[in-house]
């Protein structure tokens, strides 16, 4: 658990939060200045009011001589609303654009640890940085920023004010106040701020518990242990409801303090009012009596500004521990910060946003185009689609791409989709061990190849650099003459991925076909779908390509699902796939079938398949075998089946022997 973190120690190193506000600056000094003016209505509001009243029930010999009071009460009843909304609209407005482009920011940030290079956060920290920090985040300014700020200025306000009337009775409240708007919300840190952490942390740590528990609740099931489960998550609970029980608690400590001070302010204007206003020390008694209810009146509208204040230093806190997190994240993929904090409406800012990423990829970025398109898959179009040729691909790319782009679509549309790894080393960060040393391997375009080798001798590694989602430490990896790592978003144009675990969204087939290619049309997913000996199945679906898959494709079988992921890299129209281990799970005949149709569907095109066993092996061009960080074996099955006795060993293996 990270220490109580100091918000001022967030702020100074803060790269996400602190640049909306700098570049906010004019609407958040606009919703300030509205809050202090609508609390200064709703406090002249009853301060005429009470005028209104005591000078009403003092039976004036006309109405005219109230008619002032009665045009302020207007003037400040109407407007307060008003106010009130308007500041409202301000700082929401800009809060719920600044969250938008917070989440943008939270995705391009995961996007760049996924791929094949396998995320590296849990689903639950993911769903405690959106739950817990993102979605709180907006609170740091509506609910501690504004709040405080408002009632730091009001209290100066208020005491300059009353300072006119009376200097001793101003310092009084000043003091009072004070206790208020600075002691208290001390207190309220330096008492509650490690508790505050606890429970934030423990309430992330059950996130990422709960969420690796649902998806392995079987294994708790098989095992017999599921009482044992939910024990533990309820003794968990329990220590959370423990630690906001104390939290109350002391809550409810601090109002009441806040309720002294107030009552005590309260009292001290009635005293000072019937003084200066009341008996002996008035001039005129009957009209200088109206303000003694004026002046208390006045100061209740205003407790609403200055209760807060404490309860807003405490989350501050939270806050601040939400911002470090955010910051520990590696830079998100792209170019986000202007899109992300530009004053343009927020459908543009996601749909310029999407773009920059399109635009400004670094070498490890996979492309944001499918999350975007996948949403709005008709309005994307003709932004996201992929491109048949090289040049064509050029056209989305901004004129500051223009020369990378013209690099990379140069080197692939020379016709060729070879890859060449050249004594390559990679390791992975914060890992002294190579797990590729000094690799060199060619694979001309249209070759099959499988990449066999044992457990852990790298060969999804291997994989992942030629999709370019790591860099090797030394050598070089290049697609058609171009670094695989440059390619960024050119990749998906290059390389089709099936991985072992197909996801499936919970959208419609069809939109699930789209993935890779938001531009196929139907007639493009029924030919694809035909490919891979789907049609009949599609077909006999409820609402055939818009039936709608259930949550990570259930309702399909293992072997169903590999085909709609082929059928996905079918539509993507790329001319190298890589199969990492793509018939994992599946009995032997489905395997069968599924490597045929996987074989012929992709036809002329550069297969490499990341194997642990020899099934479809026979109909590659070409295996090879990965040891101590090198190709050690290197041939044709046939090759190897003769002279190999490794392979041979293997084959003996596969087939029972
Ligand atoms: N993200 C990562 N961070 C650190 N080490 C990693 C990471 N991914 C893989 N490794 C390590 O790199 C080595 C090679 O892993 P890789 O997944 O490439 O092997 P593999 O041959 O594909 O294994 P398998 O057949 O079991 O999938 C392993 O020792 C693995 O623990």
Redesign the pocket.
Known sequence: MRNAASPWRAFRHDRWVRPFFARYKKPLAGAIALSILAYTFAAGLMFTSGYLISGSATLPASVLMMHLALIAVRVFGLGKPVLQYLERLTSHDWILRVTSSLRLRLYQSLEGQAGM??A?RRTGDVLGLLSEDLSHLQNMYLRCMLPTVAAWLLWLIATIALGAFSLPVALGMFVLLGIQTVLLPLVAVLTGSARRMRMKAMKNEMYAELTDNVLGVADWVFSGRSDEYLARHLAAHDRLRELQRAESRASHWRDMAGQVVFGLVAAMLLMWAGVQFGGAAAVDVSSAANYIAAFVLCFFPLIEAFAPTPAAALDAVSHADSIMRLNDLPEPVGDWGDAGVSAVPLAASVASSAGAATHHSKPVAPSARPAVSFAEPAASHDAARIPSDASASCAVVDADEAAGCAVTDAAASGGTADIRLQDVSFA????D?L?LDGLDLEIPQGQKIAVL????????????LIRGDHVPQSGRVTIGGADASALGDAMPRRIGVIQQNIYLFNDTLLANLRVGNPAATEEDAWRVLDQVGLREMVERLPQGLNTLVDEAGKRFSGGERHRIALARVLLQDVPIVIL??PTVGLDPITEHALLDTLFKALEGRTVIM?T?HLQGVSAMDRVVF?EDGRIAIDGSPEQLAKANSHYQALLAFDRGF
């Open positions: 290079g396998r590296v992975y960060p914060g890992s061990r797990v080798g044992r457990s852990g001798a790298g060969k999804s590694t291997m994989a992942a990492d281990e990341v642990h990965v």
